[in-house]
């Protein structure tokens, strides 16, 4: 069932459409290996004193910037009952504590294991009806094997999941190397074209720079990459379901939540979103900036401030 109201630790959210009751479970086996998904890595003892922190980083629609949300602090039990945001892209970690809980600080997902002792994460992005959508990254196969024709080639599961792992936690202009092997495909070897070998990834803020993939070692070359999401039928999935007249008419891609007011009428227009408010704000603050940024972009006319509306 969707959750009541939206969830404030994940701070302002304008453009999800439904948020989902969500129960987390988890569960403590020693034997499963420490690079097996799911399963928590552990030093010494391995016993939870202090808890566990359930982070989650997402990254919100139309974003090019990740964000990180504390769940849970301290957490003792091996459930936690919280609210999603829908048509949101998500990597769950469970953080083990190594001091008491201070609540104004979480302990963060890390790359290196050895800063923290951390689960490996659980991707996550459901649809409004509650369904799992399953990223997906794809390569521009030029140098396809077999001698194929150029043409988008999507990566096996294991690598396609470290780069969505790494563009929610580490964000733009970050990178990742992987290995193709025969080994590694799995179930993928028929349909990823991409000969064996070893590849870093350079994450874009896909707006002026694009993620682009990189073969290492000798006869190198480059291409790009791209993300997309497809539903349980393998079909590509309408993330968003935001009706033409709610969209934001700067972004065209997430939905309108704040007006711009006029003093002169005592009225304004609903306009924008909340990242494009933003923009408008820090314009105005910095002064000196275009007329486009001065002035409302449903009328052209001044306005005296930005409000958020609540519908």
Known sequence: PAASTEDTRFGEFDDVGAWMQALLLWHDDEERPVDVPGGLS????GRLDNGVDVVCSYRRAGSNAAHTALLAAGVTASRLQVALPSCVPMALRLVLRTEPVDITEAAKPSAKRSAKVQSEPLLMMLSESMDHLRPTWEAWARHAVGGGPPRWTELPEM???ILETTWLEEGNLSKVQFELSDRNRGEDADTCALPPGHYEVTFGDERQVQHTLRRLGFGGWTARVRRSVRDASGEAAAVTDIAAEDQCVICMERRRTHAFMHPDTGDGHLAVCGECA???????AAGGGSRALRTCPMCRRPFSGLQRIFR
């Open 159 to 161: 690598q396609s999941n």
């Open 42 to 45: 552990r030093h010494g003892s």
């Open 278 to 284: 933003g923009s408008f704000r820090a314009e105005a």
